[in-house]
């Protein structure tokens, strides 16, 4: 059964005390945020009175999902930066803050008249993090930086898919994501230069550099060989056997045997022992030159079976392989429960939300669940009566547009 969790504002953890402050949009920077708001730091995200984050629209069923996920342990000011007033009060909450996360087009703070260089003369000591497609400087500086068009252009797209087909975008916004991942890594590096007495530096974070890194050796393999990654589907080009492979019962099931001790517990185990000294698959570099040959021989034992067959088969064999998952199946899985890796948090709209839980796991300092993603505004007079507004002066902000009305 999935755990059904309590928010606890109260439980102890290691980021308690660093201030973080995001003006950002969408996926990238609110996955950066997340990572230190799940570890406990105060996010205090700026979001448009009227519309909020864009995040915030992309809805099922009403159900602003994303927003729900992603700005969990946040907090949510409600502040228009258009009028100076509004740019005055995010420079007094800089002041306080240990991180910022931003991601307009590569010279709009400095537009504002809040660059770098006026936000380190209030705050010597503040991280700034400007997330973008292609960086702050170079050639594609002004271009609009989707992580869509990033995934295209890193190469990721035309290596994914099929040979025959069309170049395959992911259904995800993987670009984004790992590029919070970076940013989070990043600040906690920043952090430490700052923690041993240096000065607080900006974080130059484009979506394009990060996707291209897990892209493996690619541009060295080109370089070497003059070969460019092809599109192989499930198969890879430097172990086999590695596939998904379908079952008599329409299941699938992924196979990774990428040394060449568990090849060998795959031959043995579809009942192939003589392809271990068979001079085409003998290695690993002989299996990926007859790779149509070697998958074949998997592939035609696992299709005579039933999934549970195949898996009785290669569990007793200490085989690398495991069934393909839709998300209902995952939703089932006990490992899935017995971790806790997806917990029911509470909420307000749809009763409880099924959400992913804190991860990496500290052992002594774990991160928590600590709040529920909050509606627009939610914190506003909050913290800005940390910078001495009281409610006069909230009503007054509001009565022009600063601020959603409190």
Same mark, same amino acid.
């Given at each position: 059964?999935?755990?059904?969790?309590?928010?606890?504002?109260?439980?102890?953890?290691?980021?308690?005390?660093?201030?973080?402050?995001?003006?950002?949009?969408?996926?990238?920077?609110?996955?950066?945020?997340?990572?230190?708001?799940?570890?406990?730091?105060?996010?205090?995200?700026?979001?448009? %009175?009227?519309?909020?984050?864009?995040?915030?629209?992309?809805?099922?069923?009403?159900?602003?999902?994303?927003?729900?996920?992603?700005?969990?342990?946040?907090?949510?000011?409600?502040?228009?930066?258009?009028?100076?007033?509004?740019?005055?009060?995010?420079?007094?909450?800089?002041?306080?803050?240990?991180? &910022?996360?931003?991601?307009?087009?590569?010279?709009? @703070?400095?537009?504002?008249?809040?660059?770098?260089?006026?936000?380190?003369?209030?705050?010597?000591?503040?991280?700034?993090?400007?997330?973008?497609? &292609?960086?702050?400087?170079?050639?594609?500086?002004?271009?609009?930086?989707?992580?869509?068009?990033?995934?295209?252009?890193?190469?990721?797209?035309?290596?994914?898919?099929?040979?025959?087909?069309?170049?395959?975008?992911?259904?995800?916004?993987?670009?984004?994501?790992?590029?919070?991942?970076?940013?989070?890594?990043?600040?906690?590096?920043?952090?430490?230069?700052?923690?041993?007495?240096?000065?607080?530096?900006?974080?130059?974070? %484009? @979506?394009?550099?990060?996707?291209?890194?897990?892209?493996? %050796?690619?541009?060295?393999?080109?370089?070497?060989?003059?070969?460019?990654?092809?599109?192989?589907?499930?198969?890879?080009?430097?172990?086999?056997?590695?596939?998904?492979?379908?079952?008599?019962?329409?299941?699938?099931?992924?196979?990774?045997?990428?040394?060449?001790?568990?090849?060998?517990?795959?031959?043995?185990?579809?009942?192939?022992?003589?392809?271990?000294?068979?001079?085409?698959?003998?290695?690993?570099?002989?299996?990926?030159?007859?790779?149509?040959?070697?998958?074949?021989?998997?592939?035609?034992?696992?299709?005579?079976?039933?999934?549970?067959?195949?898996?009785?088969?290669?569990?007793?064999?200490?085989?690398?392989?495991?069934?393909?998952?839709?998300?209902?199946?995952?939703?089932?899985?006990?490992?899935?429960?017995?971790?806790?890796?997806?917990?029911?948090? %509470?909420?307000?709209?749809?009763?409880?939300?099924?959400?992913?839980?804190?991860?990496?796991?500290?052992?002594?300092?774990?991160?928590?669940?600590?709040?529920?993603a909050p509606s627009l505004g939610q914190h506003t007079a909050e913290i800005l009566a940390q910078l001495g507004c009281g409610p006069a002066r909230l009503a007054a902000l509001a009565a022009d547009g600063v601020i959603k009305e409190v």
């Amino acid at each position: 059964m999935i755990q059904r969790i309590a928010f606890d504002p109260t439980a102890p953890v290691p980021l308690a005390g660093l201030r973080v402050v995001d003006i950002s949009r969408l996926v990238a920077g609110n996955m950066v945020s997340l990572q230190l708001a799940d570890q406990g730091a105060e996010v205090i995200k700026i979001e448009d %009175p009227k519309v909020g984050d864009p995040l915030r629209a992309w809805r099922v069923q009403g159900l602003s999902l994303h927003w729900k996920v992603y700005s969990r342990n946040k907090k949510s000011v409600a502040l228009n930066l258009r009028p100076q007033a509004g740019r005055d009060l995010l420079l007094d909450l800089l002041a306080t803050a240990d991180v &910022f996360i931003e991601n307009f087009r590569p010279g709009t @703070l400095e537009e504002m008249g809040i660059g770098p260089d006026v936000l380190h003369a209030r705050n010597p000591k503040l991280i700034i993090v400007r997330i973008s497609g &292609f960086g702050q400087d170079g050639p594609y500086r002004d271009r609009p930086g989707f992580g869509t068009l990033v995934e295209a252009m890193s190469g990721f797209a035309s290596k994914n898919g099929y040979g025959d087909r069309p170049p395959v975008l992911p259904p995800l916004a993987m670009a984004d994501m790992i590029a919070g991942l970076y940013g989070a890594y990043a600040i906690m590096v920043a952090l430490r230069v700052v923690e041993q007495g240096g000065r607080g530096q900006v974080i130059d974070l %484009p @979506l394009l550099e990060p996707m291209i890194s897990v892209l493996g %050796p690619d541009a060295a393999t080109y370089r070497v060989s003059g070969d460019k990654p092809q599109r192989t589907g499930s198969r890879s080009l430097t172990t086999s056997p590695r596939n998904v492979y379908e079952t008599s019962d329409g299941r699938f099931i992924a196979i990774s045997a990428s040394i060449q001790q568990m090849a060998e517990r795959v031959f043995r185990a579809i009942g192939k022992p003589e392809m271990i000294d068979d001079p085409r698959f003998r290695t690993n570099t002989d299996r990926v030159h007859n790779i149509e040959a070697c998958d074949g021989a998997v592939a035609d034992f696992i299709r005579a079976r039933t999934l549970a067959e195949n898996m009785a088969v290669f569990e007793a064999a200490e085989v690398t392989a495991i069934p393909v998952y839709e998300i209902d199946q995952l939703l089932d899985d006990p490992h899935v429960h017995a971790r806790g890796v997806l917990v029911e948090a %509470p909420d307000d709209e749809a009763g409880s939300v099924l959400m992913h839980n804190v991860i990496p796991r500290l052992s002594d300092t774990p991160g928590r669940l600590r709040s529920p993603a909050p509606s627009l505004g939610q914190h506003t007079a909050e913290i800005l009566a940390q910078l001495g507004c009281g409610p006069a002066r909230l009503a007054a902000l509001a009565a022009d547009g600063v601020i959603k009305e409190v």
